[in-house]
Structures are given as C-alpha cells and as structure tokens.
C-alpha cells in the first residue's frame, strides 16, 4: 500500500510538472483569488485537462470547454 501511494504521489508531482499553473492571489479583494491547470503545457489551445478554481465566485471548473487564455488577466466581474 505504500509502495502504490509513493507512485501516486511522484505521479501527481510529474503531472503537476508538465502543467501550465496560473495563480492570481489578491489581499484585498476575495474575489480576484483564482487557480487555473491546463495540462499538458504543450497543447495550449486543447489540453486533456482543465482545472479552473475561483474561491471568491464559489467557482470550480473541470473541462475544457471552460478554458480561457492562460497569458489574459483574469475577467472577473465587480459586484
């Protein structure tokens, strides 16, 4: 059982290494924080996997359709 967690984990660590990772954090505003994963980082335009987090709006996102341009601020409305 460990041997097959230790896998998962280098796993996870490798996808996460292969990823486009996007982090907007904010102090002031809740709702400017954001999470985005696009993987793998050579397909851009269609990755096999989309994961967009935004704490602020209750936001979570797991598909492609979903995916915005990784090089664009954040288009998050105020209240």
């Known amino acids: 059982m460990g041997t097959l967690l230790k896998w ?3 796993a996870l660590l490798g996808v996460l290494l292969l990823s486009d990772i ?3 954090t904010s102090l002031y505003r809740y709702a400017d924080n954001r999470l985005e994963i696009a993987f793998p980082r050579w397909q851009p335009d269609s990755p ?3 994961l967009l987090w935004i704490p602020g709006q209750g936001v979570f996102s797991c598909c492609q359709a ?4 990784l090089d664009q601020p954040a288009k998050i409305p105020l209240w």
């Open 66 to 69: 979903a995916k915005t341009d």
């Open 8 to 10: 998962l984990l280098l």
């Open 48 to 50: 096999w996997l989309y």
């Open 22 to 24: 996007r982090l907007d």
